[in-house]
């Protein structure tokens, strides 16, 4: 026994080490070519990037090929360079006229995956985030196939399922990928809660806690709402389940506290969703019938769906386990009740939350509670599911006695034609579709019919003499090769060379040392990923005050003077333009072959400012903002004309992110302005005093100051920040007396030496 002990813990042992090896070969461009999984080509049509442009790069096709570049790499620059610089990660300076950074949420900043940000390089550490997501998505996988019962052959083969799925590993660079590694941890902790063990939810709320962590709430959503399904689909498989009101009060409980343990990022950002102006957030992609031929092959996409591929592409869960399905329904009835029942409600939930997309279509924005998901939310727990079937059809095959054995095989005669005729007649059918087959849609067809091959030899090899180990393990294998082939080509890499490359445009903006200002094209411009503040967002995550002044410059481009930006950006037809009346005071600085013109604007006001006239108003009135007349003031007046003399404002600390302090040298009484957006959470003091902060131009921030020196102290400390440390304090304490009698309890059993519970299967 002491020996077989062994054994069992050196197999286990294998296959952890099995998983954690894995995604070093998904990813082996990242780690072993200098390569950086994010799509960043898009930037290269950009004129700040065009001269490092790859020869016969062509253009992006599909929506989503944006956000790394615009959105999500400038982040994950911002976060790495403040973590280790040691300066604030509340507030972000470098786009627009600043935003709150960690209330944002998808920023990650508080994300476990952003960790590797904190302590290493920026490249190596993007390279280390999505090797953690995979390694943690193929840990949680196999502790939870483990405690669900299944021996550690088919546990490895449920994790390199869900380790290699399209959510994990193809959507490995979104905020999707950071909640969804965890799921499998909350499916167990949600059947401790279904088998009676209420003990068990203060555990469910700190699964729910580390995806909330993950920056995508849509996604949380998505998972939460496929508990729910799961727990009505158990209640149609077994009406005798007792357990369900406990279950249901048990798994609220646990959202509601694992939400209060993430108070910290869900407190400031419902504090943004207040100020936040609607964004366009991801691109979203809808599903059509004709879609579903992707869960045979990605490849079989008519060329009009390939802008939708990344996500049609989450369809495919892998030809494996497309294969076993019919092994599954051959075998059903003589399985376990528990794990048949099981395996059946997380298959029903799979199918209802894929058949949401497809069957609503664009009729999703017209649905309450479900208009903020896309169809790629609804997609991410099937894989996991049919991970889970396949695994049990493959230990059941191995236990069948030989009467069982024979009914499962005549059972196989009528269901392996029709679904695997399914299965190789959709390959037909996209072959059809696409006139002359490309070399993918060889490839697919030919490695379908390998692994078909393949799962044929592996079950008739153990037909006389069962083998879990040798189909599992096979079948573990023929699973990886299958989404490694379909997903690998897919994921977008970047050459460590190629990432935001500081060419000579890029340098003469650096050189600037202020904001950029003036064209419209700089609305697509990220150059905050080459740490370059800007007057526009390219992101789109924007502030309602911020983006109400932006869309009045387009009428008024001169009130961008009143920006901080000294340094304007203008193509020769906004100089014949709009910009033609400030010719005269434009500066040249750099003429590029593109046609644009770096210019310094030598009567552009500067960041930090003294006014002593305004206008002043109840509350903010985009159309009455003029660059011919004095700023909007509001909760305070001034004189609407002034022409005294101006004191100069400087800036001690230009480049810190929480905290600004600005020095006035001998001034009249006035307002201190300063070009920064106003938000709640930035306090001021004068001269050590506390003072009011008031909007200006209904976006900066103003501060009235008296006569004299003055030195003014903005620093951002959010109040949403405070209550939610709190909260989260609270709950974590309510969860600790909890957990009291389980934590003695398991002390007690260490102690004795005692046997921990049985799996949960």
């Given amino acids: 026994m002491h020996l077989w002990q062994r054994a069992q813990k050196a197999e286990s042992l294998i296959c952890v080490v099995l998983l954690a090896v894995l995604p070093v070969v998904a990813f082996f461009p990242a780690f072993f070519l200098d390569k950086v999984p994010l799509d960043l080509e898009s930037v290269f049509f950009s004129s700040p990037w065009e001269e490092a442009r790859p020869a016969g790069l062509e253009p992006p096709q599909s929506p989503h090929a944006a956000l790394h570049a615009q959105r999500y790499y400038p982040w994950y620059r911002f976060l790495g360079d403040a973590a280790q610089e040691g300066d604030s990660l509340l507030w972000n300076p470098l786009e627009g006229f600043g935003a709150p950074f960690l209330a944002v949420w998808r920023t990650r900043v508080l994300s476990?995956?952003?960790?590797?940000?904190?302590?290493?390089?920026?490249?190596?550490?993007?390279?280390?985030?999505?090797?953690?997501?995979?390694?943690?998505?193929?840990?949680?996988?196999?502790?939870?196939?483990?405690?669900?019962?299944?021996?550690?052959?088919?546990?490895?083969?449920?994790?390199?399922?869900?380790?290699?799925?399209?959510?994990?590993?193809?959507?490995?660079?979104?905020?999707?990928?950071?909640?969804?590694?965890?799921?499998?941890?909350?499916?167990?902790?949600?059947?401790?809660?279904?088998?009676?063990?209420?003990?068990?939810?203060?555990?469910?709320?700190?699964?729910?806690?580390?995806?909330?962590?993950g920056g995508d709430p849509e996604t949380l959503c998505a998972c939460v709402l496929f508990l729910g399904l799961y727990l009505m689909a158990r209640r149609l498989r077994d009406p005798r389940w007792a357990h369900l009101p406990r279950a249901t009060v048990g798994c609220g409980l646990a959202v509601v506290f694992g939400l209060g343990l993430a108070a910290p990022q869900l407190a400031p950002y419902i504090e943004f969703l207040g100020q936040a102006a609607p964004a366009a957030d991801t691109p979203r992609s809808f599903l059509h019938m004709t879609d579903l031929v992707a869960a045979f092959s990605p490849h079989l996409l008519s060329p009009d769906r390939i802008p939708a591929a990344p996500v049609i592409n989450l369809l495919h869960f892998g030809v494996t386990q497309l294969l076993l399905l019919a092994l599954w329904c051959a075998l059903r009835d003589f399985v376990s009740g528990e794990l048949r029942r099981r395996v059946e409600a997380l298959f029903l939930t799979a199918f209802v939350m894929l058949l949401v997309p497809v069957a609503a279509g664009t009729s999703l924005d017209r649905i309450p509670g479900l208009r903020l998901l896309g169809a790629q939310h609804f997609l991410v727990t099937h894989a996991f599911a049919f991970a889970f079937m396949t695994a049990a059809a493959a230990e059941e095959w191995n236990e069948l006695n030989p009467q069982q054995c024979k009914a499962t095989l005549s059972r196989l005669l009528l269901y392996v034609p029709a679904l695997w005729?399914?299965?190789?007649?959709?390959?037909?059918?996209?072959?059809?579709?696409?006139?002359?087959?490309?070399?993918?849609?060889?490839?697919?067809?030919?490695?379908?019919?390998?692994?078909?091959?393949?799962?044929?030899?592996?079950?008739?090899?153990?037909?006389?003499?069962?083998?879990?180990?040798?189909?599992?393990?096979?079948?573990?294998?023929?699973?990886?090769?299958?989404?490694?082939?379909?997903?690998?080509?897919?994921?977008?890499?970047?050459?460590?060379?190629?990432?935001?490359?500081?060419?000579?445009?890029?340098?003469?903006?650096?050189?600037?040392?202020?904001?950029?200002?003036?064209?419209?094209?700089?609305?697509?411009?990220?150059?905050?990923?080459?740490?370059?503040?800007?007057?526009?967002?390219?992101?789109?995550?924007?502030?309602?005050?911020?983006?109400?002044?932006?869309?009045?410059?387009?009428?008024?481009?001169?009130?961008?003077?009143?920006?901080?930006?000294?340094?304007?950006?203008?193509?020769?037809?906004?100089?014949?333009?709009?910009?033609?009346?400030?010719?005269?005071?434009?500066?040249?600085?750099?003429?590029?072959?593109?046609?644009?013109?770096?210019?310094?604007?030598?009567?552009?006001?500067?960041?930090?400012?003294?006014?002593?006239?305004?206008?002043?108003?109840?509350?903010?009135?985009?159309?009455?903002?003029?660059?011919?007349?004095?700023?909007?003031?509001?909760?305070?007046?001034?004189?609407?004309?002034?022409?005294?003399?101006?004191?100069?404002?400087?800036?001690?600390?230009?480049?810190?992110?929480?905290s600004v302090t600005v020095r006035v040298e001998a001034t009249r009484p006035g307002i201190l302005v300063l070009a920064d957006a106003w938000y709640p959470g930035w306090r001021a003091t004068v001269n050590g005093q506390p003072k009011a902060i008031i909007p200006v131009d209904g976006v900066f921030r103003g501060v009235e100051v008296g006569e004299g020196k003055q030195e003014v102290v903005f620093t951002y400390a959010p109040e949403s920040l405070r209550i939610g440390l709190i909260v989260s304090a609270v709950c974590a304490g309510c969860m600790l007396l909890s957990l009291r009698h389980t934590v003695l309890t398991l002390v007690r059993r260490i102690v004795k030496r005692q046997p921990t519970a049985m799996p949960l299967r």
């Fill in 421 to 658: 005729g399914l299965l190789f007649g959709g390959i037909a059918l996209g072959l059809a579709r696409h006139g002359a087959p490309s070399a993918g849609i060889k490839a697919d067809l030919f490695l379908s019919a390998g692994i078909a091959l393949a799962i044929f030899l592996l079950l008739a090899a153990t037909l006389i003499r069962p083998n879990v180990r040798l189909v599992s393990y096979g079948l573990a294998l023929l699973t990886f090769v299958s989404l490694f082939w379909n997903f690998g080509p897919a994921i977008p890499y970047a050459p460590a060379s190629q990432v935001f490359p500081e060419t000579e445009f890029i340098a003469s903006l650096g050189s600037m040392d202020t904001r950029i200002g003036g064209s419209q094209a700089l609305r697509q411009w990220p150059l905050a990923g080459n740490g370059i503040p800007q007057v526009f967002n390219p992101a789109d995550v924007t502030l309602k005050r911020y983006r109400a002044f932006i869309e009045r410059t387009q009428e008024d481009p001169l009130l961008l003077r009143r920006t901080g930006a000294q340094a304007l950006l203008l193509t020769k037809q906004d100089i014949q333009g709009d910009f033609a009346s400030v010719r005269p005071v434009l500066n040249i600085q750099e003429v590029y072959p593109a046609g644009a013109i770096l210019f310094k604007d030598l009567e552009a006001q500067p960041r930090a400012r003294m006014i002593y006239a305004g206008r002043p108003v109840d509350h903010f009135e985009p159309a009455e903002l003029s660059s011919q007349l004095p700023p909007l003031i509001e909760g305070c007046s001034l004189p609407g004309h002034d022409e005294g003399p101006v004191a100069a404002a400087s800036i001690g600390n230009p480049d810190s992110h929480g």
């Fill in 112 to 213: 476990p995956f952003s960790i590797p940000f904190y302590v290493l390089p920026l490249l190596a550490a993007l390279g280390l985030s999505v090797y953690l997501k995979l390694l943690v998505a193929g840990w949680s996988a196999y502790y939870a196939a483990r405690r669900f019962g299944f021996a550690q052959s088919t546990a490895l083969l449920v994790s390199v399922a869900f380790q290699m799925s399209g959510p994990v590993y193809l959507w490995s660079g979104y905020p999707l990928s950071d909640v969804l590694p965890w799921f499998p941890l909350l499916l167990v902790s949600v059947e401790r809660l279904m088998a009676g063990r209420s003990r068990a939810w203060p555990l469910t709320a700190i699964v729910v806690a580390l995806m909330a962590l």
